[in-house]
């Protein structure tokens, strides 16, 4: 599975500012809101519930917050690379400045376990979070994600 068929153009905020965790989480929701039609409040509740059984903070700055929606048609990820990092009560402890949202269907399965791993051996590629850790532009961010299958083969 691609990261390309998880990311639209639109769905990178290439240089966000937030102070917290909760503003982080609040911004991914509220893109996720506008990319999916369904209500910012409830793709919030469904991440915050799923970060109080554990931090998604993964290590080396990077967090996948995830969850699952009723009402949601197709797995959609949103990409956040934040202006300064942020404390996410990740497992090495280190803020957070690289932040890959994912939002799948209730009864995704097996295909949102995919993607996660996906986005995780994506994100592990120390070449690939040095290129999006040195850009501010949505267009190169979302080029670097869409073409992860030849840089990073499956």
Request: aromatic fraction near 4%; charge should be negative; proline fraction near 5%.
């Amino acid at each position: 599975m691609a990261l390309a068929g998880l990311l639209q153009q639109d769905a990178i905020l290439p240089a966000l500012r937030v102070q917290t965790k909760k503003q982080l989480l609040q911004e991914l929701s509220a893109k996720a809101a506008k990319i999916t039609g369904l209500p910012e409040r409830e793709i919030f509740d469904v991440i915050l519930q799923r970060e109080r059984l554990g931090s998604t903070g993964v290590g080396n700055g990077i967090a996948i917050p995830h969850g699952k929606l009723p009402g949601i048609e197709q797995i959609v990820g949103i990409f956040a690379r934040l202006e300064s990092p942020v404390d996410f009560e990740a497992l090495d402890d280190q803020p957070v400045d690289l932040a890959f949202l994912l939002l799948a269907p209730e009864g995704a399965g097996a295909d949102h376990l995919k993607a996660l791993s996906r986005i995780a051996r994506v994100l592990r590629d120390s070449e690939m979070v040095a290129r999006l850790r040195g850009t501010d532009s949505a267009t190169a961010i979302y080029a670097f994600l869409s073409d992860d299958q030849t840089s990073n083969a499956a």
